[in-house]
Each structure stands twice: as C-alpha cells, then as structure tokens.
C-alpha cells in the first residue's frame, strides 16, 4: 500500500471565459496524493512494487475527484506526478500505468480513451499542468484542456505527488471544430 502523508484537491467553477455565461459552468477537479517513494535516493531496476499496487491508488483518486463535482458527471480526465528530488521521472511513471488508470476510469464511470499524462521531477511547491481530454475519444479537441495542481510543501524529495484530475465538459466556448461529442455518442449508439 502506498504510505499517503496526506491528501489535497482543488477545484474550479468557470462560468465563462470571455465570452458568454455558460448554460452549466465547467467544473474542473484535481486530487493529489502526497506519498512516500520507496525508490527515493537510489536506482532499482524493478519499479514494479508502485505499478502492482497503483490499482488502489488511482481507484481513490478518481472517486475523491468524481465527487467534487457536485453530482454532475466526468466526460473529461488526466493525471500526472511529480517526483521529489531524491527519486527520478520513472517513479511517477510505474505509478500510472495502465493498472492506475484501468482503476481510475471505473472509479469515474468509465471511459474509452487513454488517459493524458505528465510526470516530472521537482522541488516542493512545484506546480504540475495535468492534461485533459474527452474519456471517450481523445480527438475531441473541444476537451483539449488542462488543470493545475500546486502544493507548498510537496513534493519532499522522498515524496511522489500523483494526481488525478477529472472535468464536467470542453473547453467554455470552444470553437476550432473537429470531431464532437455528439457525434462520439452518436457513433457509440450505432454500434449497439
């Protein structure tokens, strides 16, 4: 089980930007897990003990994020790491993979996509920019967004922060066409 020394989340409302009133404002979430690396301060070939157990991890995080959304339902996600600066990239990584993410969509409601990714090293107060996409098809670019998670005092250098981020829709006002979201449920529905 990973060692969390604590959790932290943080949510957006965004009723417009720049154009008109949203009908529903966007809400964008993101949780955190501030944990200890056991690889911290020394290489190892088999990072395996973090993918193994990730399964957990990305089941919470999914579930803590899902519900600070008030009820409304995820049709974007991400998630990203930073590694403190006794450990390296790779840590985040054997964190997320498909193990953590099988676990995060089913924690969200599912979702046929991949799930956007960004991991890297850094120092505590380090701010990460986690990717969204549409959970259904990743080249719904009206989803193409991003959420930013930033903790003062993570993560130390023994410590991973993974996060897991979710949103209620698109970008507010997206308007560079592309395939929609309508036409993926659209698809979806000729298919069964």
Known sequence: MYKVRKWVAHVEEI????GTPLEQPLVKAVVGAVVENPFAGRYVDDLGELTRISDWLGRELGTRAASLLNGRGVESYGKGGIVGTDGEQEHAVSSLTTVFGDALRAAVGGGQAWISSATKVGAAGSSIDIPLAFKDEVYVRSHYDAVTLQVADAPKPNELLLVAAV???????ARVGGMTVAEVRSRKQGQT
């Open 15 to 18: 009723v417009h930007d720049g």
């Open 167 to 173: 949103a209620t829709g698109g970008r507010p006002h």
